[in-house]
């Protein structure tokens, strides 16, 4: 196997992103039978980029959860907390960890250890507004390691660590490289219908959230917590 490293100037020549890296390291592949780019995460996303990064995680994470319960229980729920086939927490938290962490990189320890506390939090203060707007509880970690008030729990909040290391070193660049080669034009009608789309959705679910049996059944709790406490209104 043979390998090149370019430096910054060779890599500003064959217009590729520079970012803050002083190399980038080729390698050639007998399976594609060419030379191969290593993926540099040290990259400055654009604004396209990072919409499009947002859905494409908040995507991923409703399938991860309708998986999970299909795989759980047998059958498909939509788990989201909107209507449509997204969770925005995921999109936001993904989307915030690059953004925060884009010059902290190269501190792997430091970016998992920030990306635990970021998620964590952002992952209590949405529960906690979730149930005081819509009075609905979509998880409830009540009985697990080291949880909060039923928000988050230890457990939780590591997964999206080393869940943020994956989309900050990985799953970003990867899905970069291909936002790259497709036409820009197709790129902004994607975002124009997506953001679209998740806007009405949004708005909907405002007046009509997503609930039911294997979604919202930890809303019981917080009727039960309603008739004792004064201004909370019970939805049937």
């Not at 494409?56 to 989201?80: K, L, T, Y």
């Not at 294997?214 to 008739?227: E, F, K, L, P, W």
């Given at each position: 196997?043979?390998e090149k490293?370019?430096d ?6 064959l ?6 890296a002083?190399e ?6 007998r399976?594609a039978n060419?030379?191969v780019?290593?993926?540099d995460y040290?990259?400055?996303y654009?604004l396209?980029?990072?919409?499009l ?10 399938i ?14 939509n788990?989201?907390?909107?209507h449509?086939?997204w969770?925005?927490i ?11 962490f884009r010059?902290h990189?190269d501190?792997?320890?430091?970016v ?5 506390l ?7 203060i949405?529960s ?6 819509q009075h609905l509880?979509?998880?409830d ?5 080291l949880n909060?008030?039923g928000?988050?729990?230890f457990e939780?909040?590591?997964?999206f ?6 989309v ?5 660049p ?13 790129l902004?009608?994607?975002v124009?219908?997506l ?16 609930q ?7 809303s019981?709790?917080v009727?039960?917590q309603a008739?004792?406490?004064?201004g ?5």
């Amino acid at each position: 196997m043979t390998e090149k490293v370019y430096d910054l100037d060779d890599l500003r020549e064959l217009g590729e992103y520079p970012g803050v890296a002083y190399e980038q390291k080729y390698h050639f592949s007998r399976f594609a039978n060419k030379v191969v780019k290593h993926r540099d995460y040290h990259r400055n996303y654009t604004l396209l980029g990072y919409i499009l990064l947002f859905f494409a995680f908040s995507i991923g994470g409703w399938i991860w959860e309708v998986g999970i319960h299909v795989i759980e229980d047998g059958v498909f729920i939509n788990r989201g907390t909107m209507h449509g086939p997204w969770l925005p927490i995921y999109g936001f938290g993904g989307t915030m960890a690059i953004f925060v962490f884009r010059k902290h990189v190269d501190n792997q320890v430091g970016v998992f250890v920030g990306s635990v506390l970021m998620c964590g939090t952002a992952e209590y203060i949405t529960s906690l507004i979730i149930e005081k707007v819509q009075h609905l509880k979509y998880w409830d970690y009540n009985g697990y390691f080291l949880n909060i008030n039923g928000r988050i729990c230890f457990e939780g909040i590591v997964v999206f660590g080393f869940a943020s290391i994956m989309v900050i070193y990985i799953m970003s660049p990867f899905l970069d490289n291909i936002f790259q080669k497709l036409p820009k034009k197709l790129l902004i009608i994607a975002v124009v219908v997506l953001c679209l789309s998740f806007a009405a959705d949004f708005v909907y679910s405002l007046k009509n959230p997503n609930q039911g049996k294997g979604i919202t059944d930890y809303s019981v709790s917080v009727s039960q917590q309603a008739d004792t406490e004064p201004g909370i209104e019970i939805i049937e």
